[in-house]
């Protein structure tokens, strides 16, 4: 989920918004104008259920931002640093920069956001209720009711119904869901073992997902499921959310596995000692003939008076024109000091590879007192889990692209 934009910070939390989005964003504003808006309304115009859609559409995704931040703030009381919160595809990702240290604070982290859904649920559907003229409440004749509303109580009374559903949904027992993060909380607090919680709620959620992919597989075919209904566009939306849910749980449990394998070995005791470093002066053209085209370091710190002042890296050279290579020094295309991720050496593996993943680079500078004393790269660390582990590790962590 590397791609897309950010759109701001609210109570110190980053908001990103991935490109994905605007699938689901478009789905719900279609259906909604062209399909259930009209059906409530007949006499409503193209345009007013069109625009009603869109607001619909936008404040859903205000909701599920709101079900995001509730986990990060609730988080945040209980030692969980949430720093960025993505809205994608499949709705929300609060981005934890560590697991919970206990489980009552997992517990509280994952109850809240289902709690957040159904409070704004209710209060929706109960302020969109209480502005109905209540003689136009008719029990035995609901097409009439709905068409009684205003454009305001029906967009309400929509936003109320789906935020009751997503709140009910993410209570679902199977991890990653919410509700299986409480699960996860319970299960952590009976037998006081992490990893064992986690596996079974992982399992759980696996079993979930496989439901969701049958039963979507068999609306496509036709058949009317329970809760679900029919038809193949509602069938492989079904599927496509297990399908994500089973990749989940098991990327969850595998990223516990190898943070369990990572968190105790130091970097020194896997970064690269023998690497090289370049001046900041030199030339790009000679910096590649002597350096680049000289061995498999992808990555070389820029050093002077033996202190770091920077970083250059293949995809550094990419982006300049070659006919400039001679009139331009490392200094110019270096990324500077204050601007590189870096890693000390007394810091944990797994701490350098979730900055690796979520920097999208090859290596980190390992660096003590402004000076550097290794390189962590990425292909160390896979190669140690690949003798000492057995957890699919490549796969289990967002590791991107490399630099």
């Known amino acids: 989920m590397g791609n897309g934009f950010r759109i701001g910070r609210l109570a110190g939390v980053y908001i990103h918004i991935d490109w994905s989005l605007l699938i689901i964003f478009f789905l719900i504003a279609f259906s909604l104008g062209t399909g259930l808006f009209p059906s409530w309304h007949p ?3 193209v ?8 607001l619909a559409a936008i404040l859903f995704f205000v909701s599920v931002l709101l ?3 509730s986990h990060a703030l609730v988080g945040r009381r209980h030692g969980i640093d949430v ?5 994608f595809v499949f709705g929300g990702m609060a981005h934890m920069e560590s697991e919970a240290r206990y489980w009552r604070g997992e517990l509280w982290m994952a109850i809240v956001g289902p709690i957040t859904s159904l409070a704004i649920g209710v209060a929706c559907t109960t302020i969109a209720v209480y502005t109905m003229d209540p003689g136009n409440i008719d029990p035995d004749n609901i097409v009439r009711t709905l068409a009684a509303l205003g454009t305001v109580p029906t ?5 109320g119904q789906i935020n009751i559903l997503l709140g009910i949904f993410n209570l679902v027992p199977g991890f990653p869901l919410d509700g299986g993060r409480v699960l996860r909380a319970v299960l952590w607090g009976i037998t006081g073992d992490l990893h064992r919680a986690t596996r079974w709620a992982s399992a759980a959620g696996q079993a979930f997902a496989w439901i969701l992919i049958a039963s979507g597989a068999a609306m496509m075919l036709g058949y009317r499921m329970p809760v679900f209904g029919t038809g193949f566009v509602s069938g492989l939306w079904i599927s496509l959310i297990g399908w994500f849910l089973n990749n989940a749980a098991l990327a969850s449990y595998r990223q516990l596995q190898i943070k369990t394998s990572l968190e105790h070995v130091p970097v020194s005791s896997l970064m690269q000692t023998g690497f090289s470093s370049a001046p ?12 680049f085209l000289h061995g498999d370091q992808r990555g070389f710190p820029i050093v002077e008076r033996g202190r770091l002042i920077g970083m250059v890296c293949l995809e550094d050279i990419r982006k300049l024109d070659r006919s400039t290579w001679s009139s331009r020094t490392v200094r110019d295309i270096m990324t500077p000091a204050n601007s590189l991720i870096r890693i000390a050496p007394q810091d944990d593996v797994f701490k350098a590879l979730s900055l690796l993943g979520e920097s999208k680079v090859n290596q980190l500078p390992v660096v003590e007192n402004e000076q550097v004393r290794g390189l962590m790269r990425r292909e160390d660390i896979l190669k140690w889990l690949s003798l000492y582990e ?11 692209h490399s630099r």
């Not at 345009?47 to 869109?54: D, E, F, G, I, K």
């Not at 590790?393 to 991107?400: C, D, E, I, Q, S």
């Open 43 to 45: 006499e409503w115009s």
């Open 155 to 159: 967009l309400l009374l929509w936003l």
């Open 47 to 54: 345009m007013q259920s069109w625009v009603t859609a869109l």
């Open 280 to 291: 900041p002066n030199l030339p790009v053209d000679r910096f590649i003939e002597e350096y």
């Open 67 to 69: 079900h995001e931040l």
């Open 83 to 87: 720093k960025r919160i993505t809205l």
């Open 390 to 400: 057995n957890t699919g590790a490549g796969n289990a962590v967002g590791l991107g």
